[in-house]
């Protein structure tokens, strides 16, 4: 029977490709730091990364991208003068896997040289504890009497995309520690790290090659005894706020965990994990290869969450490297938000209070990109101060080797209604109207105020229209009246206009006081205008379509199929300038669709089926974002075959690592934190049929066919509940530690959640 809580694969496959996709299935993150499912032997050239959350850096004209950090995980093996590793073709066995219930990645490798075995075990993890510390336990075993030598300690060959990063870099010894440190160019950032270890056998010599910072332990290992270690690494950037010398900060950080124990520290760090999954998981009975499958998904957002107080938020690949410069983009407000804020609100104030840390920079970018634009224009790849790293071109042409105009960042509006619209989520969900007081309700208006100077009145129609853009489909550039980006716009200021009439209800001081602070009293009545004419591309009357932007329907029609088979080379872009999509109807992923997902509450089941039967043949689904989009749709109008078929392709994405790895010549290998949260979506938002604004939480399941039952956790308006959807019941657990009565809506049905009462009630599934 499969483990659910686990991942394992037997037998080492070489060669580049496997191992980069073998990295991204078996990472392990903290949420300050990703280590790559990498083996502990192993460098660069095998894409050994430590990415770190919120720190980047630029060299010469290369992308400004996150900093990759020494590797203190680092530890070589030599049986009789043999270096081991398992690249090497004296490997006998070789295991790994990755458990979900800790985060703990683990590898077990027999390696035989000279006429002798050796049997190599290590385990790592970054702690749920201490954001700054890793563990890593090692040991060996030889099954004959043996010479071994162990080399461990700090690798500072660090792999980057467009780095090396630090430079000035030293190594020392400050008495058992290894210490290494760099600073970044760009803005002269320290980096440090530390490493420590648990030694109980051999003797210990320290050795500074090859650019590492090493401890050498010599052994006479006796045959069949076991001997193991431990290593304790930080990592400390000037990033972190320490009242204390960064070395010295990392030193502590390494001595305290030593000092602790790997049972100790690992206790802190499973039972911080128990937390999580306390509640976060999501129980499918009767289709295990969904729940295993959600579960890893579920794993990879709990991982990446950002550390409780950074503000920071998670890229679009989450911290499985540098691709994609490290940037935020909406995948975030719009994918995984939804997760947070269902699961663990507190996660989500740090997804969200990204936004407003970020505000000036969106404010900088409206001021530089075009011609009089106002207000917020968030980046399209955002980084740490919310400035744009998407270049003006940003794909690479593999027939000519140059790049690509494309216009992700100057006309991918959208990404600021995004904003707005998760800003105004959090409100919505959790009841607390903090964040906006404190900067949330400055960046909705700033959103309004910028999709207000982008718009153009158009006299002889009496309406706003949103013109120049690129909707979700980036395969279709600079098109008119785009149904998505018109409706987030119009969106944005129906919620800037709701946002100061609850401030003038409910804090009028602080109303008057942003109103003042970014002096926009006096545009208040164009918002509330705009509300009204902003033009969205409607439903055809005759048959429900709505028309992606003007002129779409009079595109040649093609299918996916014709298209790729006119592909002259495998990675060629299908859109900017030339693409072949570009003239076709063909669309790179979800959009009008995505738009019925993001609001749908506002489109009858009918209209959504219009589009999906008309949308879906015409969607390469060339985006991690755009599979789940459509399965959530499907099951509003109870095509719930396909959607779960959409359902299963992204939740497996990263487990089965099948995506594109180049987009035209750029690399794209990562992690796709997205598609986790997409996952989750249609699980619970989706055939759990959740669906919650500020008024209540609306109940509709529609269990797939092979589902016998789903359970998750709900946290609504800062309460806590525990729901068990079987095929005609559904069961509401409220905490006992809930604040009041709540009152949802079970397949239309009010029911009252009572603290701590658990509350049962028969459905029928809707049709
Ligand atoms: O944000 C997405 C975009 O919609 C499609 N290209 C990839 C980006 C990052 O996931």
Same mark, same amino acid.
């Given at each position: 029977?499969k483990?659910?809580?686990s991942l394992?694969a037997?037998?080492?496959?070489g060669?580049k490709e496997?191992?980069?996709?073998?990295?991204?299935v078996y990472?392990?993150?903290n949420?300050?730091m990703?280590?790559?499912g990498t083996?502990?032997e192993f460098?660069?050239?095998?894409?050994?990364?430590?990415?770190l959350?919120?720190?980047f850096d630029?060299?010469?004209?290369?992308?400004?991208?996150?900093v990759?950090?020494?590797?203190?995980a680092f530890t070589?093996?030599?049986l009789?003068?043999?270096?081991?590793?398992?690249?090497?073709?004296?490997?006998?066995?070789h295991?790994?896997?990755?458990n979900?219930?800790?985060?703990?990645?683990?590898r077990?490798?027999?390696?035989?040289?000279?006429?002798?075995?050796?049997?190599?075990?290590?385990?790592?993890w970054?702690?749920?504890?201490?954001?700054?510390?890793?563990?890593?336990?090692?040991?060996?075993?030889?099954?004959?009497?043996?010479?071994?030598?162990?080399?461990t300690?700090?690798?500072?060959?660090?792999?980057?995309?467009?780095?090396?990063?630090l430079?000035?870099?030293t190594a020392?010894?400050?008495?058992?520690?290894?210490?290494?440190?760099?600073?970044?160019?760009?803005?002269?950032?320290?980096?440090?790290?530390?490493?420590?270890?648990?030694?109980?056998?051999?003797?210990?010599?320290?050795?500074?090659?090859?650019?590492r910072n090493?401890?050498?332990?010599?052994?006479?290992a006796e045959?069949g005894?076991?001997?193991t270690f431990h290593?304790?690494?930080?990592?400390?950037?000037?990033n972190?706020?320490?009242?204390?010398?960064?070395?010295?900060?990392?030193?502590?950080?390494?001595?305290?965990?030593?000092a602790?124990?790997?049972?100790?520290?690992?206790?802190?760090?499973?039972a911080?994990?128990?937390r999580?999954?306390e509640?976060?998981d999501v129980?499918i009975a009767?289709?295990?290869?969904?729940?295993?499958?959600?579960r890893?998904?579920i794993?990879?957002?709990?991982?990446?969450?950002?550390v409780?107080g950074?503000?920071?938020s998670?890229p679009?690949r989450a911290l499985?490297?540098?691709?994609?410069?490290?940037?935020?983009?909406?995948?975030t407000?719009?994918f995984m938000?939804?997760?947070?804020?269902?699961?663990d609100?507190?996660?989500?104030?740090?997804?969200?209070?990204?936004?407003i840390?970020?505000?000036d920079g969106a404010?900088?970018?409206?001021k530089?990109?075009g011609?009089?634009?106002?207000?917020?224009f968030?980046?399209?790849?955002?980084q740490?101060a919310?400035?744009?790293?998407?270049?003006?071109?940003?794909v690479?042409?593999p027939?000519t080797?140059?790049?690509?105009r494309?216009?992700f960042?100057?006309?991918q509006?959208?990404?600021?209604?995004?904003?707005?619209?998760?800003?105004?989520e959090?409100?919505k969900l959790?009841?607390?109207?903090?964040?906006?007081?404190?900067?949330?309700?400055?960046?909705?208006?700033?959103c309004?105020?910028f999709?207000?100077?982008y718009a153009?009145?158009?006299?002889?129609?009496?309406?706003?229209?949103?013109l +120049?853009v690129?909707? *979700?489909?980036?395969? /279709?550039?600079?098109?008119?009246?785009?149904?998505f980006?018109s &409706? $987030? !716009?119009k @969106?944005?200021?129906?919620i800037?206009?709701a946002?100061?009439?609850?401030?003038?209800?409910?804090?009028?001081?602080a109303l008057?006081?942003?109103?003042a602070?970014?002096?926009?009293q006096g545009?208040?009545?164009?918002?509330?205008?705009?509300?009204?004419?902003l033009y969205?591309?409607?439903?055809d009357?005759?048959?429900?379509?709505?028309?992606?932007?003007?002129?779409y329907?009079?595109?040649?029609d093609?299918?996916?199929e014709?298209?790729?088979?006119?592909?002259?080379?495998?990675?060629?872009?299908?859109?900017?300038?030339?693409g072949?999509?570009v003239a076709t109807k063909?669309?790179?992923?979800a959009?009008?669709?995505a738009?019925?997902?993001?609001?749908?509450?506002?489109?009858?089941a009918?209209?959504?089926?219009?589009?999906? +039967?008309?949308?879906? *043949?015409r969607?390469? /689904?060339?985006?991690s974002?755009?599979a789940?989009?459509?399965? &959530? $749709? !499907?099951? @509003?109008?109870?095509?719930?075959d396909?959607?779960?078929?959409?359902?299963?392709?992204t939740a497996?994405?990263d487990?089965?690592a099948?995506y594109?790895v180049?987009?035209?010549t750029?690399?794209m290998?990562g992690?796709?934190?997205a598609?986790?949260?997409?996952a989750?979506?249609t699980?619970v938002?989706g055939?759990?049929?959740?669906?919650?604004d500020e008024n209540?939480?609306?109940?509709?399941?529609?269990?797939?066919r092979?589902?016998k039952?789903l359970?998750?956790?709900?946290?609504y308006?800062g309460?806590?509940?525990?729901?068990?959807?079987?095929?005609?019941?559904?069961?509401?657990?409220?905490?006992?530690?809930?604040?009041?009565i709540?009152?949802?809506?079970?397949?239309?049905?009010?029911v009252?959640?009572?603290?701590?009462r658990?509350?049962?009630?028969?459905?029928r599934?809707?049709?």
């Amino acid at each position: 029977m499969k483990n659910l809580w686990s991942l394992s694969a037997n037998g080492f496959v070489g060669g580049k490709e496997s191992i980069m996709r073998r990295g991204n299935v078996y990472q392990i993150a903290n949420g300050y730091m990703g280590y790559r499912g990498t083996l502990d032997e192993f460098g660069p050239d095998e894409l050994v990364g430590i990415t770190l959350a919120g720190i980047f850096d630029r060299v010469g004209s290369a992308w400004r991208e996150p900093v990759n950090a020494p590797n203190a995980a680092f530890t070589r093996v030599s049986l009789e003068g043999v270096e081991l590793s398992a690249l090497g073709s004296r490997v006998t066995r070789h295991e790994q896997t990755l458990n979900f219930a800790n985060a703990v990645f683990g590898r077990k490798t027999v390696f035989a040289a000279k006429a002798k075995t050796l049997t190599l075990e290590s385990s790592r993890w970054l702690s749920a504890a201490t954001p700054n510390l890793g563990v890593v336990t090692f040991s060996v075993r030889c099954a004959q009497a043996a010479r071994v030598t162990i080399r461990t300690g700090i690798d500072c060959n660090i792999w980057d995309l467009n780095g090396p990063h630090l430079r000035q870099m030293t190594a020392e010894k400050h008495g058992p520690v290894l210490l290494v440190q760099g600073v970044t160019h760009e803005n002269s950032k320290r980096v440090v790290v530390a490493e420590a270890i648990d030694l109980p056998f051999g003797t210990e010599t320290h050795e500074t090659t090859d650019n590492r910072n090493l401890r050498v332990i010599q052994l006479r290992a006796e045959a069949g005894r076991t001997y193991t270690f431990h290593k304790y690494f930080a990592v400390f950037t000037d990033n972190d706020t320490v009242n204390k010398p960064l070395t010295e900060a990392a030193i502590e950080t390494v001595q305290q965990a030593r000092a602790l124990g790997r049972e100790g520290c690992r206790e802190r760090h499973d039972a911080e994990w128990a937390r999580k999954w306390e509640r976060c998981d999501v129980e499918i009975a009767g289709d295990d290869e969904a729940q295993h499958a959600l579960r890893y998904s579920i794993l990879q957002l709990l991982m990446v969450a950002p550390v409780r107080g950074s503000a920071n938020s998670i890229p679009a690949r989450a911290l499985s490297g540098q691709v994609y410069k490290g940037a935020v983009f909406w995948d975030t407000e719009i994918f995984m938000l939804p997760f947070f804020l269902h699961t663990d609100p507190e996660k989500a104030v740090e997804l969200v209070r990204y936004r407003i840390k970020t505000l000036d920079g969106a404010r900088r970018k409206a001021k530089t990109e075009g011609p009089g634009y106002r207000g917020a224009f968030y980046a399209w790849e955002s980084q740490e101060a919310g400035d744009d790293a998407c270049t003006y071109f940003n794909v690479g042409d593999p027939f000519t080797g140059r790049d690509l105009r494309t216009h992700f960042r100057d006309k991918q509006v959208h990404i600021t209604g995004d904003v707005a619209i998760a800003m105004w989520e959090y409100f919505k969900l959790t009841g607390d109207d903090s964040l906006l007081l404190e900067g949330g309700a400055e960046v909705i208006l700033e959103c309004a105020r910028f999709y207000y100077s982008y718009a153009y009145f158009k006299k002889d129609k009496g309406r706003y229209e949103i013109l +120049d853009v690129i909707g *979700p489909d980036e395969y /279709h550039e600079r098109v008119n009246n785009n149904a998505f980006t018109s &409706m $987030v !716009a119009k @969106e944005t200021f129906a919620i800037a206009n709701a946002t100061v009439a609850y401030l003038r209800r409910n804090h009028p001081k602080a109303l008057r006081t942003l109103l003042a602070k970014i002096d926009i009293q006096g545009e208040l009545p164009r918002f509330r205008e705009a509300e009204n004419l902003l033009y969205v591309p409607a439903p055809d009357a005759r048959t429900g379509v709505i028309e992606q932007f003007d002129g779409y329907f009079q595109l040649k029609d093609a299918t996916v199929e014709e298209l790729k088979a006119k592909m002259v080379h495998p990675n060629e872009y299908l859109g900017a300038a030339q693409g072949l999509a570009v003239a076709t109807k063909i669309i790179k992923q979800a959009d009008v669709v995505a738009m019925l997902n993001l609001l749908r509450s506002r489109f009858s089941a009918k209209i959504k089926k219009a589009n999906w +039967d008309y949308y879906e *043949p015409r969607t390469e /689904h060339g985006s991690s974002l755009s599979a789940c989009a459509y399965a &959530m $749709v !499907a099951i @509003e109008f109870g095509h719930l075959d396909f959607a779960y078929n959409y359902f299963l392709q992204t939740a497996k994405i990263d487990l089965e690592a099948k995506y594109k790895v180049y987009v035209g010549t750029v690399f794209m290998g990562g992690s796709h934190p997205a598609a986790n949260g997409g996952a989750w979506m249609t699980a619970v938002l989706g055939f759990g049929g959740v669906q919650a604004d500020e008024n209540r939480v609306a109940l509709n399941p529609r269990l797939c066919r092979k589902w016998k039952s789903l359970r998750f956790h709900l946290a609504y308006k800062g309460d806590d509940f525990r729901i068990r959807i079987t095929r005609t019941s559904l069961t509401i657990v409220p905490s006992r530690a809930n604040a009041r009565i709540h009152t949802f809506l079970v397949a239309g049905r009010p029911v009252k959640c009572r603290p701590g009462r658990s509350v049962t009630v028969n459905y029928r599934p809707a049709k």
